[in-house]
């Protein structure tokens, strides 16, 4: 089973700059998607975006487009989510996680259609 580590939340201001990323061991071979969620206080766990693992292009939620990139180094089995223009409202606990078959388009936006996920990294932005 694969297992996910996230990293490089933290407290940045608005406008500023973050880069996560998640960092994947286990048996990369039965990843085929990975996705970025995150969670607020009080609000339900919502898709941020997902790329597939070997290949094509990302796929983003709306209200992130334009800000946020995500990309992946398969020699170091890592995914990474820039996040730019930060907004207070962006503060959540960011998760990644897998699933081992691919996306039909527009899919793969609920929680449940990923098997395995991180343990979260908090992202704070002060207004």
């Known amino acids: 089973q694969v297992q996910l580590v996230e990293s490089g939340g933290g407290l940045v201001q608005a406008g500023g700059s973050l880069r996560l990323s998640c960092a994947v061991s286990?048996?990369?071979?039965?990843?085929?998607?990975m996705g970025w969620f995150r969670q607020a206080p009080g609000k339900e766990r919502e898709f941020v975006g997902r790329?597939?693992?070997?290949?094509?292009?990302?796929f983003y939620e709306d209200f992130v487009k334009g800000r946020f990139t995500i990309s992946r180094d398969n020699a170091k089995n890592t995914v990474y989510l820039q996040m730019n223009s930060l907004k207070p409202d962006d503060t959540a606990v960011y998760y990644c996680?897998?699933?081992?078959?691919?996306?039909?388009?527009?899919?793969?936006?609920?929680?449940?259609?990923?098997?395995?996920w991180g343990q979260g990294t908090q992202v704070t932005v002060s207004s």
């Open positions: 996680a897998v699933r081992s078959d691919y996306c039909r388009a527009f899919g793969c936006r609920l929680t449940t259609d990923y098997d395995s």
């Open positions: 790329i597939n693992w070997l290949g094509g292009s990302p």
């Open positions: 286990g048996p990369t071979f039965s990843i085929a998607v």
